[in-house]
């Protein structure tokens, strides 16, 4: 098999959230590129050069589900970067509730 089949491009996603509001970007990498690859990639993009000071990565994802960041992305993996939630969602609703009957 001929080399330059091995450096085949794939379509993927990168999907993650700064201050209140969610991006998804679209990039080709190379066949055999890892989760911490293509995200080092889109930071690497002139249009993103804040973006990796500002990512605080808690854990990612691939389609929803929790992966190492030296997983190796297949076509069309949308990678989604989680973040540490800074209030529980029950005690925001519990809070919620307290100051909806006041």
């Excluded at 970007?25 to 080092?40: F, M, Y």
């Excluded at 990796?52 to 990678?79: E, F, M, P, W």
């Amino acid at each position: 098999m001929d080399q330059e089949f091995d450096s085949e491009l794939i379509s993927i996603e990168i999907a993650y959230q700064l201050s209140q509001k969610q991006y998804v970007k679209e990039l080709r990498v190379p066949t055999g590129t890892s989760i911490s690859n293509a995200i080092e990639t889109l930071c690497k993009n002139k249009n993103y050069l804040n973006l990796k000071k500002n990512l605080d990565i808690d854990a990612v994802g691939i389609n929803g589900k929790v992966k190492d960041l030296n997983t190796i992305l297949a076509k069309n993996d949308r990678i989604e970067i989680y973040k540490l939630l800074s209030v529980d969602p029950k005690a925001r609703r519990k809070i919620k509730s307290l100051k909806s009957t006041d």
